[in-house]
């Protein structure tokens, strides 16, 4: 029988066995007793036994079932009859247990070792002649067993494999079915019967084609020692190789590990000595990387660069399965299979087909620019350098296993290209892959150290200098003429011109730098002519011409821009191509025997700056905008200038996922700070126009999303830095105005910007007033936006303010912002206007001598007094009297007035005279009347005032008479202890001298006391038409500012020349006593709440004044001669 082999494809699952031979001793009557030394199977095979396992008399080598006739067993002489009933039992329950359908028909060898021996110690079966089908193959058996285990001692059954003449052991220990812990249990016959298999736990790895074994019972003794036996197999346990590679798909020149996994079989016996050599496919190879096994004594031989796996090693008893890991490569694209016939071995069943495909990996079309170089050439290393062209950051991709120069991209199947020193095109894969593609034909078959791919993907590449053959060679995937030379063309220089050993593929053109007698230039190539022209000088951002910048690495971006690396200093420069313009970049590594390329459509993303200026603080003001990376190195800037209200960075190359920063900043020269603007900032993805976030207040942050060209405008506004001002005057004063009057103008100073101020100050301007100006004082601190404080200012009043009609000031306001703010912020100029509304007046009192009042006589000269006061507000200026009507019979004298007639101020008076000679007809007429007016010139257009006529009549009869007017010191009483001065002004109206002229006072609302009236000496004796004051004081208290008023009246008395008194009219003089409500209510109102009421009615009082209405109480006039 061919042995079966385990299916590979499960590498570590066990599977079962592969049956090499098997006998159930069923080719033999059911119902009969056979002697094993008689059976033949029905493959012809016979069996042989020890004698006493073949004596059955001693109860040994029978065959037989549970349908054995007593005949057959006693014709077999198959042990006493008394042991036939039990015996049977047994190869049923064995039948039970191998899952038969009639278990009674099994057959079983019976070995119930009675009688004749003292010892049993011998073979029971044992054949030979069995074919393995080759050598190198693991092998064990299994056998059912069956026993009632409960007599006596119990058989030990032994295996053994003989491989030629040796015999192999396959069980460490000997079979006891009753110690089983798996047997299983059946009755049969009401008899219990124990069965189970026995498969050896060891595994022979046999080196002959034909094997035999033998089966023993290793107890000697016959007490006991009962059983049957069936069911005998010999198992192909050869163990499973499979291989398996991960991964099963990479990149040439990557690694993949292959894993040789040996699988054992499910009854998990120990196999001892297996090995097997894995020779790999060609163009497979051990990698870098030590192997590995988890197998017993496992011995791995495969060092890098191996071609085959050499793998020794065991499976212990119990192992399921064990492992070999190997690393391999390929230097070259291809799919390596190995399978069965890749594996030569002893005690391993070889494996299914595996494979593994090494690939060209493309390029991914990345940011990055790729440096080739080789600094010591010709010699290694042969480095592909991946550089960030905005940082200058790089490291090494991979090393290459020769020079390549004049790389190019060829963007139609992503991979770089360029040649070897000996002419070769080559293809690089993106993980360090190198394809040779010959010498294409038609060129030189020498290094070359210019090349780019243009968008068609042909390839341009030409040694460098003057005059040499430039080669299109066709690598557009798919072409018919893929890899050949399609057209070539003489490069010619401008003389003087050196250019660099690389070029870049932009719009129709190759660019390259280059240099001549002034610096650097930018080279540009026709292809079509061949012709090389000087678009301009390599100037940076101020205008000066690079120098000594020999690039042998240039890039393009999808932006049309030439990126050039210098060879030793490895500085990066971006170029504009179609002006030379040229920006320093970073700083990448240095090269030697280098050359770059990158892929020509993957952006390079950007980042411009700009700055929009709503207005300015001063006008000196300018502004810096710039761009910072994240170690704070000023990448880009630009400055505001005059008037100009917009500026722009250069489009800064930025790096995506990179943060950078925005600044703002005040340029030297300005007059104000950065914190004299509100600063913000948009930033716009200038292809999609949609927004990308800044975070920060100013500086700003910006992380750079994507591979696009962004724009962030910084707009600056200046912060409102005003103010407010709204002047007025105290509301006594907008009433009416007296020279002397204080009047009190505030000023409500409003902070309307944004920042806070201090030092308030008000500038005064244009003001009428004839006095000293006024000078307001205001708060200190500082005054917060919106904020409101009160500055106050005090001014006395003039007659000339009086005359003039008003009083006209105006006032701005102005503070000291913060530090950065230039210019102090001044208010609209407030203007307020104090009302003096003229009203003119003039009064005249006509008066004679004594003597013509006494009586007339003929030549008598009688002299006419004019008391003229201006009774007015304003002055009056050339003040006349006007004689009216006049009943002497002679001429009267002209008005003679004094020199203060020319100016009259208000409350002055003034005496004119005239003077007349009496006539006999006057005394004939017994007397003489006379009457006057009085008038004066008021400033302005107001109409002269003209006092009622005034008369005298001589001799006049004695007419007594006088008034009296009554003011206060102030219009209003405010606290409690004010002092008020009250003035008595006292005028003799009559025709005769008064004597003991003074003031009386009558009813009085204070609840205080008055002084006594005070009198000046001139109040003894007082001529007709004069005037004294007389005095008299008052201290306030807080019932009469509760009472809200203080009301006076007086009368004026004297004594007549004939001794008789003479009393004036009453005055009253009546002011507002201020007070608050809570006052008040202290007072009076509110039950007594146990506090003392005059400390808060005080208290109250003051904000009542603060904040209370004003009570103007009449201002009356005095009279002054």
């Not at 940082?391 to 139609?412: D, I, M, W």
Request: with cysteine; charged share 10%; hydrophobic share 40%.
């Amino acid at each position: 029988m061919a042995p079966a082999e385990a299916a590979p494809g499960t590498p570590g699952t066990p599977g079962a066995p592969s049956l090499i031979y098997s006998e159930d001793f069923q080719n033999a009557p059911v119902t009969g007793a056979t002697n094993i030394a008689a059976y033949t199977s029905t493959t012809g095979a016979t069996y042989t036994a020890s004698p006493v396992y073949q004596s059955a008399q001693q109860c040994n080598g029978t065959i037989f079932g549970h349908q054995a006739t007593n005949a057959a067993l006693a014709t077999a002489q198959f042990c006493s009859s008394s042991w036939w009933p039990t015996a049977r039992t047994v190869p049923a329950a064995i039948g039970q247990h191998a899952g038969m359908a009639d278990p009674n028909t099994n057959l079983a060898v019976a070995e119930q070792t009675s009688g004749g021996s003292t010892n049993y110690t011998g073979v029971m079966l044992e054949g030979s002649g069995i074919n393995v089908a080759g050598t190198g193959r693991f092998v064990t058996f299994s056998l059912d067993v069956g026993n009632l285990c409960n007599i006596g001692l119990q058989a030990l059954d032994r295996f053994y494999l003989m491989d030629g003449a040796t015999p192999i052991a396959l069980n460490a220990t000997d079979y006891n079915i009753c110690a089983d812990p798996n047997r299983e249990t059946f009755t049969v016959d009401g008899n219990v019967v124990s069965v189970g298999t026995f498969t050896g736990n060891r595994a022979a790895l046999v080196t002959n084609p034909t094997v035999g074994f033998r089966v023993t019972n290793q107890q000697p003794s016959g007490a006991g020692n009962d059983q049957a036996f069936d069911n005998f197999k010999i198992l192909d346990v050869t163990p499973q190789l499979d291989k398996s590679f991960s991964p099963a798909s990479l990149p040439v020149g990557a690694k993949s590990t292959l894993t040789l996994t040996v699988t054992n079989t499910d009854e998990l016996a120990a196999k001892n000595g297996w090995s097997f050599t894995d020779a790999l496919p060609a163009g497979l190879t051990v990698a870098d990387g030590a192997a590995a096994t988890t197998c017993p004594a496992g011995v791995v031989t495969a060092p890098a660069g191996a071609t085959s796996v050499a793998v020794t090693g065991n499976l212990d008893a119990g192992m399921a399965a064990c492992t070999v890991t190997v690393n391999v490569t390929a230097a070259a694209a291809g799919a390596f299979t190995n399978g069965p016939a890749n594996v030569t071995g002893t005690g391993i069943n070889p494996p299914g087909d595996s494979t593994v495909q090494f690939v060209e990996q493309p390029w991914a079309c990345d940011a990055s620019g790729y440096l080739f170089q080789s600094p010591n050439f010709p010699a290694g290393p042969h480095l592909v350098q991946q550089v960030d062209l905005v940082t200058g950051a790089n490291s090494t991709a991979f090393e290459l296993p020769s020079h390549v120069n004049a790389a190019g991209y060829n963007t139609l199947d992503n991979f770089f290209y360029g040649t070897t020193a000996t002419g070769h095109l080559v293809r690089v894969g993106a993980n360090g892959s190198l394809t040779d593609l010959g010498i294409p034909a038609g060129t030189t078959g020498t290094l070359s150290l210019v090349g780019d791919f243009d968008n068609a993907g042909h390839y341009w590449v030409t040694a460098n200098g003057v005059n040499n053959t430039v080669y299109e060679i066709d690598l557009a995937p798919g072409s018919a003429t893929y890899g050949t030379v399609v057209n070539t063309v003489v490069r010619t220089v401008p003389a003087g011109v050196v250019a660099s050993a690389d070029w870049g593929y932009i719009d129709g053109a190759f660019y390259s730098t280059a240099s001549d007698t002034t610096g650097n230039v930018l080279l540009r190539f026709d292809p079509a002519t061949g012709a090389s022209t000087v678009v301009g000088p390599m100037n940076g951002p101020d205008g000066t011409q690079f120098t000594g910048l020999a690039a042998g690495a240039v890039y393009v971006d999808a932006g049309g821009y030439l990126y050039a690396s210098n060879n030793a200093t490895g500085n990066i420069y971006r170029i504009t191509p179609t002006t030379g313009a040229t920006i320093l970049l970073s700083a990448g590594p240095a090269a030697a025997g280098n050359d770059g390329a990158r892929c020509a459509l993957a952006p390079i993303p950007t980042l411009t700056v700009t700055k929009t200026v709503e207005g300015r603080q001063a006008p000196v003001d300018q502004f810096t905008v710039g761009l910072q990376n994240a170690g704070g190195t000023v990448l880009t800037s630009a400055t505001t200038t005059g008037t100009a209200t917009t500026v722009s960075t250069t489009n800064q190359p930025v790096s995506q996922g990179a943060t950078y920063t925005i600044t703002d900043t005040m340029a030297a020269g300005s007059a104000s700070g950065i914190n004299a603007y509100n600063a913000g900032v948009t930033c716009t993805n200038i292809a999609s126009g949609d927004a990308v976030p800044a975070e920060g207040n100013g500086p700003w942050t910006f992380t750079v999303p994507d591979a696009a060209a962004f724009t962030c405008e910084v707009t600056n506004a200046p912060v409102d830095v005003s103010v407010g001002l709204v002047k007025s005057a105290d509301q006594a004063a907008m009433e009416n105005i007296e020279p002397g009057q204080i009047i009190t103008y505030t000023f409500a100073f409003t902070n309307t910007g944004d920042v806070p101020l201090t030092d308030i100050r008000i500038d005064e301007g244009a003001f009428t007033g004839t006095g000293n100006a006024p000078v307001a004082i205001c708060p200190a601190g500082t005054v917060a936006p919106d904020a409101t404080v009160t500055c106050t200012a005090t001014y006395t009043a003039t007659q000339d303010d009086v005359d003039a009609g008003s009083i006209s000031n105006t006032a701005s306001g102005t503070g000291t912002p913060p530090e950065g703010f230039p210019v102090p912020p001044v208010s609209p100029p407030s203007t307020v206007v104090v009302p003096a509304p003229p009203a003119p007046a003039i009064t005249v009192v006509k008066t004679a001598d004594e003597a013509a009042q006494a009586d007339l006589a003929v030549g008598q000269e009688i002299t006419y007094s004019f008391l003229v006061t201006n009774t007015g507000n304003v002055t009056l200026e050339d003040v006349t009297v006007n004689e009216g009507n006049f009943s002497g019979a002679g001429e009267l004298s002209d008005v003679t007035c004094p020199a203060e007639a020319a100016r009259l101020a208000p409350a002055a008076a003034i005496t004119c005279t005239a003077t007349y000679s009496v006539v006999q007809a006057d005394v004939d007429a017994g007397s003489i009347t006379n009457t006057a007016t009085a008038t004066g010139v008021p400033p302005g257009t107001t109409p002269p005032p003209v006092s009622s006529p005034s008369g005298v009549t001589v001799p006049t009869p004695n007419a007594p008479a006088m008034t009296v007017l009554k003011t206060a010191s102030t219009d209003k009483a405010t606290t409690g202890g004010q002092v008020l001065t009250y003035s008595f002004f006292l005028t003799n109206t009559g025709n005769v001298t008064l004597t003991n002229v003074s003031a009386v006072e009558g009813e009085f609302s204070g609840t205080g006391d008055l002084s006594a009236v005070n009198c000046p000496a001139e109040a003894a004796s007082l001529a007709p038409a004069m005037s004294v004051t007389c005095t008299a004081t008052y201290t306030v208290t807080l019932a009469d500012l509760n009472a809200g008023t203080i009301t006076n009246t007086a009368t004026g008395t004297g004594t007549t020349p004939a001794g008789g008194a003479i009393t004036s009219a009453p005055s009253t003089a009546k002011l507002a006593a201020q007070a608050p409500v809570s006052a008040v209510n202290f007072a009076g109102n509110l039950a007594n709440t146990g506090l003392d009421a005059g400390p808060l009615a005080l208290g109250a009082l003051v904000l009542f004044l603060l904040g209370g209405s004003t009570l103007a109480a009449a201002k009356l006039r005095r009279r002054q001669s």
